[in-house]
């Protein structure tokens, strides 16, 4: 066998190199998509740390509103307290039931109901909360449509 002198192995240098440069793309694709995913799950973070941070402060906003009626209740003048929404008492228990509502954000609102007790015959004593749920104060409003089977026609 005889072996020129300018003759190249089957591999080429050439390909070895194309063969890094991919691998190079493909580690920065898998950084970018991680990058993106990252920045992704921070703003919902925040996001979410802002809804609860309202959430928890309207919370606290209705457990005072609540020890102020309670306190009004013990002193016969529910009329003075603000906002707060009175049902006639049950006769055959003497039981008042209070509703109000606490703003968490522009779009959201805390409703509290609570009954009330002057002879302690609730399970908590003077009052007992039967509601507390954050409900949605806003309509909503599709801002897009999906075209499905060619509907829109």
Same mark, same amino acid.
Request: charged residues 20%; aromatic residues 8%; hydrophobic residues 40%.
């Given at each position: 066998?005889?072996?020129?002198?300018?003759?190249?192995?089957?591999?080429?240098?050439?390909?070895?190199?194309?063969?890094?440069?991919?691998?190079?793309?493909?580690?920065?694709?898998? $950084?970018?998509?991680?990058?993106?995913? $990252?920045?992704?799950?921070?703003?919902?973070?925040?996001?979410? $740390?802002?809804?609860?941070?309202?959430?928890?402060?309207?919370?606290?906003?209705?457990?005072?509103?609540?020890?102020?009626?309670?306190?009004?209740?013990?002193?016969?003048?529910?009329?003075?307290?603000?906002?707060?929404?009175?049902?006639?008492?049950?006769?055959?228990?003497?039981?008042?039931?209070?509703?109000?509502?606490?703003?968490?954000?522009?779009?959201?609102?805390?409703?509290?109901?609570?009954?009330?007790?002057?002879?302690?015959?609730?399970?908590?004593?003077?009052?007992?909360?039967?509601?507390?749920?954050?409900?949605?104060?806003?309509?909503?409003?599709?801002?897009?449509?999906?075209?499905?089977?060619?509907?829109?026609?």
């Amino acid at each position: 066998m005889n072996k020129e002198r300018g003759s190249y192995p089957v591999i080429h240098i050439g390909t070895s190199f194309l063969l890094v440069i991919f691998i190079i793309l493909c580690l920065v694709t898998f $950084a970018v998509l991680s990058l993106s995913s $990252a920045l992704r799950d921070q703003n919902y973070s925040e996001k979410e $740390a802002v809804r609860t941070t309202a959430y928890y402060a309207a919370s606290g906003t209705a457990q005072e509103k609540l020890g102020e009626i309670v306190e009004s209740f013990q002193d016969n003048s529910l009329d003075k307290v603000a906002d707060i929404t009175v049902t006639a008492d049950d006769d055959d228990q003497n039981i008042t039931e209070v509703f109000y509502t606490v703003p968490v954000d522009t779009d959201q609102t805390l409703e509290v109901t609570v009954q009330l007790s002057d002879l302690g015959n609730l399970d908590s004593g003077i009052y007992q909360i039967s509601g507390w749920k954050k409900i949605t104060s806003s309509d909503w409003n599709a801002s897009s449509t999906l075209p499905v089977l060619d509907s829109n026609k």
